[in-house]
């Protein structure tokens, strides 16, 4: 877990350009990137399986960077700040678990795995079965278009389900249950276990 600061809100699509600090740095005056590390999740007091998912973006100059978690909540951007655990008015964060996000081709350089069949796993039928429970109460998140199997080539879905800190596509039950590739440990006892 990690504590982060709430360092400045402000109204969106407001005009002029807003004048705000996070960090000594005006986040509108700067490309924001996005390091190679997973979203961070708050607790939502309203939906307590669900929390909030926040993405991290830096900015600044190559002597100068400032990391930070932004939201676009409605029509206010928050702005958090990475600070020590247990600073006054900070909130607790985790790291996102993703499961299923293959990368685009099996010669890729990535960490992100290749589907590879298992057919020797015994436990796929009761796991598709919690799969298809944990989905029917899981968060659905669109996406801007279709994911086509990397294997097969068809259309495998337009979206993502989150719960409990994990992301998945909605087209990895295709991968388990058409293709026998079996899920990682961790996300299958997730998934048994809340099933």
């Not at 100068?64 to 964060?93: D, I, Q």
């Not at 899981?138 to 279709?146: C, F, N, T, V």
Request: overall charge negative; aromatic content about 12%; proline content about 10%.
């Amino acid at each position: 877990m990690s504590g982060w600061l709430l360092v400045a809100e402000h109204p969106a699509f407001t005009s002029p350009k807003p004048v705000i600090s996070v960090n000594g740095l005006n986040p509108w005056d700067y490309h924001w990137d996005r390091p190679d590390e997973p979203e961070i999740i708050f607790p939502d007091s309203t939906l307590p399986s669900r929390g909030r998912w926040m993405r991290i973006y830096e900015i600044g100059e190559p002597n100068r960077r400032v990391r930070f978690a932004a939201e676009l909540h409605g029509r206010t951007w928050s702005f958090y700040v990475l600070v020590p655990p247990g600073t006054p008015g900070s909130l607790s964060a985790i790291s996102a678990e993703y499961e299923g996000h293959c990368r685009d081709s099996a010669d890729e350089k990535s960490e992100r795995p290749w589907p590879s069949p298992a057919p020797e796993w015994l436990g796929r039928p009761a796991f598709l079965k919690c799969l298809d429970e944990i989905e029917a109460t899981a968060e659905r998140i669109l996406y801007r278009g279709k994911s086509l199997c990397r294997l097969c080539g068809c259309i495998n879905g337009h979206e993502a389900f989150r719960l409990d800190g994990w992301q998945w596509p909605a087209g990895y039950r295709h991968y388990i249950a058409e293709h026998l590739v079996r899920p990682s440990r961790q996300f299958e006892e997730f998934a048994m276990a809340r099933g």
